[in-house]
């Protein structure tokens, strides 16, 4: 074989071994959660695992992973919406999940975010319902938000989407933080203190069963408020995003009766920035048949994770869905 041949064949090797190098390299997707003990990170640890494909993985037809080739999406945790919302703005994260009030609110740079537009965020999917938890312990004569005056409060964490709504509602019984003794923690810490007696109540807006709260049913027992229908409409007044929900008998244990409350709808958003294609992958790989088998089977949430209502009422949110995740939708024959 002459020099020339062997040159060319040397040469065909070395860019057949470089394409298939680049053809391997991963992309890495943060999303960011909640905090650990709450509902955020389990189901954010369930779409990563359902939308990744990591470069080296089996194909999909073969058992492998069925996600986005080359694609290792991680869950991070965090402080719940409203920093995801941030960094997913400011490019820190490529996804986050958040609450439809708080992602409204900084889209648009409405009520606290007045003046300060997020104009980046775009939506993927609606996930599931999120319950506002209004947690004392058992046997507290606490019945109402205008219980909690003077008493000592988890409002959760700051940079949180329950805090700001918290807030907010409370106004509407008078309560602000300057006639109750608030405390800024994240849920785990929270269900400590309650524990502890050193909280007479605490907020948490996450889907049910949340993991903390079933340790403290189980161990030191808990209460959660029953809203009234007068509460309900009050709380409907400044917190249109926040619906009547049912946290069921049974949800937790010694919840004897079902509990009627305020919950709004989590949402996965992601960055304008990101690309289309990507974007219309990773919609496609969360609604194949294998992430409904994780969703199932991996938390009690993860059952109302449907296709059937991923899209349902976002056209009054008032918020944009990224080309990408339109794409399949469309694809799909939800969207004209």
């Known amino acids: 074989m002459s020099f020339l041949a062997r040159f060319a064949g040397m040469t065909a090797a070395a860019l057949l071994v470089a394409s298939t190098a680049a053809a391997q390299s991963p992309t890495f997707f943060r999303i960011g959660t909640g905090s650990a003990g709450g509902t955020y990170f389990p189901i954010g640890g369930m779409i990563a695992n359902a939308i990744s494909a990591p470069p080296g993985s ?12 080359g694609l290792i999406a991680i869950a991070q945790s965090t402080t719940a919406s409203v920093f995801n919302c941030q ?42 319902p999120e319950d506002l938890h209004l ?41 602000t933080r300057d006639n109750m003794d608030e405390a800024e923690l994240n849920n785990a810490q929270s269900a400590e203190r309650l524990a502890d007696g050193q909280l007479d109540a605490y907020f948490y807006v996450a889907g049910w069963p949340v993991a903390a709260m079933v340790q403290l049913a189980s161990t030191k027992g808990m209460d959660l408020v029953n809203f009234s229908d007068e509460d309900m409409a009050k709380i409907a007044e400044v917190e249109p995003a926040y619906m009547p929900s049912v946290i069921p008998a049974g949800a937790y244990e010694g919840l004897a009766e079902d509990i009627q ?30 992430s409904r088998n994780l ?42």
């Open 87 to 128: 960094a997913v703005q400011n490019g820190e994260l490529e996804a986050g999940m958040a609450s439809t009030d708080v992602v409204r609110a900084m889209y648009l740079g409405e009520g606290k975010f007045e003046g300060k537009p997020h104009p980046k965020l775009r939506v993927v999917a609606k996930l599931y």
């Open 58 to 69: 089996r194909p999909c037809e073969e058992g492998g992973q069925c996600g986005v080739p």
């Open 135 to 175: 947690v004392t312990p058992k046997g507290s004569d606490i019945a109402s938000m205008a219980d909690l005056e003077g008493k000592r409060v988890g409002i959760a964490e700051a940079g949180s989407g329950t805090q700001v709504a918290v807030l907010h509602m409370l106004e509407q019984w008078g309560i």
């Open 295 to 336: 969703f199932d089977s991996g938390h009690a949430k993860g059952k109302q994770i449907t296709l059937e209502t991923a899209i349902s009422g976002l056209d009054g949110l008032g918020v944009p869905m990224h080309p990408g995740a339109e794409k399949f939708y469309q694809e799909a024959g939800m969207m004209e």
């Open 261 to 290: 409350t305020p919950a709004v709808t989590a949402l996965l958003v992601v960055s304008e920035d990101l690309d289309e294609e990507l974007v219309y992958g990773i919609t496609k790989a969360l609604w194949n048949d294998n």
